[in-house]
């Protein structure tokens, strides 16, 4: 299983950023995507997840300013953020795992993607 995550770069505070990652070894269209994140010094992050059915969480930090969403037939996640924020700097990491209802447990992870936020 391989997750290639995508864009990223930088930005100034109040643009935009898109990331996708494509995720190809295996059919994910029953299991969970989502986008976390790491700032330096800090712990890993939800950012939002996103279920095959298309219900979508997301952290209080990023609501109403990020969108998550997926393409099942391409097996790919997408994230699209605006008015980004210098705090939004970080490592950001897309995830695939089953869901809860799943009789065994899987998680794959991309190897992240850098976004900077200049103020």
């Known amino acids: 299983v391989q997750l290639q995550a995508s864009g990223g770069g930088l930005v100034q505070a109040g643009g935009s950023l898109r990331l996708s990652c494509a995720a190809s070894g295996s059919t994910f269209t029953s299991y969970v995507m989502g986008w976390y994140r790491q700032a330096p010094g800090k712990q890993r992050e939800l950012v939002a997840t996103?279920?095959?059915?298309?219900?979508?969480d997301y952290a209080d930090s990023v609501k109403e300013r990020f969108t998550i969403s997926r393409d099942n037939a391409k097996n790919t996640v997408y994230l699209e953020g605006d008015v980004l924020r210098p705090e939004d700097t970080a490592v950001y990491y897309c995830?695939?795992?089953?869901?809860?209802?799943?009789?065994?447990?899987?998680?794959?992870w991309g190897k992240g993607t850098q976004v900077t936020v200049s103020s």
């Open positions: 996103i279920t095959s059915g298309g219900t979508a």
């Open positions: 995830n695939v795992k089953t869901p809860r209802w799943y009789p065994h447990r899987e998680s794959y």
